[in-house]
């Protein structure tokens, strides 16, 4: 038998170097404003820190935005605006629960301090579970395996590393065993 995947979900990722500076602003941006969505023993900001200059100047504008945009290119991924973005931390135990980001086409998750081997993956629901869950259990795991087919797709996260997924995706963070898991995520909007 052959198999053709079709309609594939489209996960981009790429590594991004962290400037020391930023994990020390970070644990400035923890002593300010929070707006507690989705996580559990932790805290994440408000999400328009790119409407922060001081931030936006620091670490958006001059570094982040033009890396994105460079490995961007590479795939001529069309222009986007950036809607929202926030830093989370997690303390020991923390994790987010199942959620997506409504409004927007895409999201992405940077990891700015993150210790291996703790846990906190990020793991993202397969949309189509409900319809194929019987055949992803008695299927060939070899064909599981080749084509990701499981009920989610689980990442580990690194330092350094940006994942961008479709926004629309149900996905979560398994809890993280780390002290201080830190991350930079955001909403973008493709611009026609
Ligand atoms: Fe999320």
Redo the contacts with the bound molecule.
Sequence with gaps: MNIIPFFPQLLFHCTIPVPENLIEYCSILGKGEKDNR?VYNGWETPNDLHKNEDFSNKFLKNYFLPKIKEELSTINFPNWNLQSCWVTKLEKNGY?VT???SGCHY?F?WYLNVTENTGGELSIRNPNEYNTELVLKKMDPRINDEYNLYPALNITPKTGLLVMFPAYLY???LPSLAENRITM?GNIVISL
């Design positions: 989705s987010h959620h997506i980001h999201a998750a996905h979560g963070v995520s």
